[in-house]
T-cell receptor, first 117, second 111 residues
Framework: GAVVSQHPSRVICKSGTSVKIECRSL??????MFWYRQFPKKSLMLMAT?????????EQGVEKDKFLINHASLTLSTLTVTSAHPEDSSFYIC?????????????FGPGTRLTVL | QKEVEQDPGPLSVPEGAIVSLNCTYS??????FMWYRQYSRKGPELLMY????GNKEDGRFTAQVDKSSKYISLFIRDSQPSDSATYLC???????????FGTGTSLTVIP
C-alpha cells in the first residue's frame, strides 16, 4: 500500500505559539489530502480536505483561521495550528488519496500528538 | 442518529478465537466499505475494502456487507495477540471524498 508520513510525531508547545505539522505522500502523488483530529476513545473527526493548488475545504465548526492548511505540492500538505491553546491538544492524523494511481482509499499517516501547555 | 454506529467495546478474547466486529449505518447510499486497524498512538491502516454487498476474504480476515440490513462485519479467524488494536469501520458514497467512520472497537487478544 501507499505510504504517508507525518512530522513531527509528537510536539509539546506553550500556549499562544503556532505549530506546523507536515504530511507527505512518499510513493505516490496525492491530489487530495485530509486532516483529522482524534480524541481518546473517539472516532476520527474530519477537519478539512485539501486539494493540491487550491484552498482547503473545512468542515462545519472548524475554524479555518485557527487551523491553516496548505497543499502546495502533490506530495506535501501542512497543517498549522495558530495561537495554540490547551484545548487544541489532540492527536492529528492526515491521510492521502490518489484516484489516478488507483488508490481510491485513504492511506493514513502515523499521526502527530500535540500537547499545548 | 449517527451515520455509522460501532460498539466501542472493549472486546477481550483468548488467542485462537474467532472475532466478530460489526458496524451498522443509516445511509443506504453508502457503497464502499472499509475496515481499518489502528494500533495505539499510530495512524489507521487499511485492512479490507469492499464494494457493495458480499464477502471478501484476505488471509485470516473476512469482511461481509449486508446492504439490505445496513450491517457490515469483520471476522478474524485464529486471532493472535498481534491483532490487539482498535478496529474502525468506514464507509463512503460513490466516489465522494467524505468518509464516515465508526468510533472504533478496541480488541485485546490474550495469549
Amino acid at each position: 500500500g501507499a505510504v504517508v508520513s507525518q512530522h513531527p510525531s509528537r510536539v509539546i508547545c506553550k500556549s499562544g505559539t503556532s505549530v506546523k505539522i507536515e504530511c507527505r505522500s512518499l510513493d505516490f502523488q496525492a491530489t487530495t489530502m485530509f486532516w483529522y483530529r482524534q480524541f481518546p476513545k473517539k472516532s476520527l473527526m474530519l477537519m478539512a480536505t485539501s486539494n493540491e493548488g487550491s484552498k482547503a475545504t473545512y468542515e462545519q465548526g472548524v475554524e479555518k483561521d485557527k487551523f491553516l492548511i496548505n497543499h502546495a505540492s502533490l506530495t506535501l500538505s501542512t497543517l498549522t495550528v495558530t495561537s495554540a491553546h490547551p484545548e487544541d491538544s489532540s492527536f492529528y492524523i492526515c491521510s492521502a488519496r490518489d484516484p489516478a494511481g488507483g488508490y481510491n482509499e485513504q492511506f493514513f499517516g502515523p499521526g502527530t500528538r500535540l500537547t499545548v501547555l | 442518529q449517527k451515520e455509522v454506529e460501532q460498539d466501542p467495546g472493549p472486546l477481550s478474547v483468548p488467542e485462537g478465537a474467532i472475532v466478530s466486529l460489526n458496524c451498522t449505518y443509516s445511509n443506504s447510499a453508502f457503497q464502499y466499505f472499509m475496515w481499518y486497524r489502528q494500533y495505539s498512538r499510530k495512524g489507521p491502516e487499511l485492512l479490507m475494502y469492499t464494494y457493495s454487498s458480499g464477502n471478501k476474504e484476505d488471509g485470516r480476515f473476512t469482511a461481509q456487507v449486508d446492504k439490505s440490513s445496513k450491517y457490515i462485519s469483520l471476522f478474524i479467524r485464529d486471532s493472535q495477540p498481534s491483532d490487539s488494536a482498535t478496529y474502525l469501520c468506514a464507509m463512503r458514497v460513490g466516489t465522494g471524498n467524505q468518509f464516515y467512520f465508526g468510533t472504533g472497537t478496541s480488541l485485546t487478544v490474550i495469549p
